[in-house]
């Protein structure tokens, strides 16, 4: 399945990085966690009373524990944490091909606050859910299921004033993407 996805996969990082997302690939869940693990700890994240990070529960957190190893990170999402947090933390649930557009499932508060409020955002996606375009992933969005779905195209960007390209101004001004071909669901 996961080399069936490939062409999709290609064709997804060409879109998302073509609106400045980064896009990362990783056989499980082990590679993923280190990647996210030392750009936290890049991010000046570890550091005391330096930046924090929120983490939303997700599938991706089952069987592991994390709030040991890095003191600046925080699984307690609140308005407040994660205004304050330089990075958020979440899983998405569909990743669109032929726009680079990922999708939540954001019915729970916290995914809305870590996907929007901080500069920075971590999206983690399972390599398998990427599908070719927007009709398909609709398809496979059950309505009685998912109250609030979000669509993730970038990072936030407005060109409202006097078209002055922006970034960051209504959300995250960095966008990384993390595929997980292994992800337990």
């Not at 307690?76 to 726009?99: F, L, N, P």
């Not at 955002?121 to 390599?127: K, N, R, T, V």
Request: aromatic share 6%.
């Amino acid at each position: 399945m996961i080399k069936e996805n490939q062409p999709m996969i290609d064709l997804f990082k060409t879109k998302a990085e073509a609106v400045s997302a980064e896009v990362h690939r990783f056989p499980g869940k082990t590679e993923a966690l280190s990647f996210i693990l030392d750009f936290l700890k890049k991010e000046d994240i570890s550091k005391p009373n330096g930046s924090t990070a929120v983490w939303a529960d997700c599938p991706f957190l089952k069987k592991i524990q994390l709030s040991e190893k890095i003191p600046g990170l925080r699984f307690d999402v609140t308005r407040e944490t994660a205004s304050a947090a330089k990075i958020g933390i979440s899983q998405m649930e569909w990743a669109i091909a032929d726009t680079g557009t990922l999708v939540q499932d954001a019915t729970a508060f916290e995914q809305r606050l870590v996907s929007s409020l901080p500069e920075i955002h971590i999206a983690l996606i399972a390599s398998n859910k990427i599908v070719p375009d927007l009709a398909t992933a609709l398809s496979r969005i059950s309505p009685g299921n998912a109250g609030y779905l979000t669509f993730i195209t970038g990072p936030s960007r407005t060109a409202d004033i006097e078209r002055v390209l922006t970034i960051g101004v209504h959300g995250p001004e960095r966008l990384i993407i993390v595929f997980v071909d292994q992800l337990e669901e």
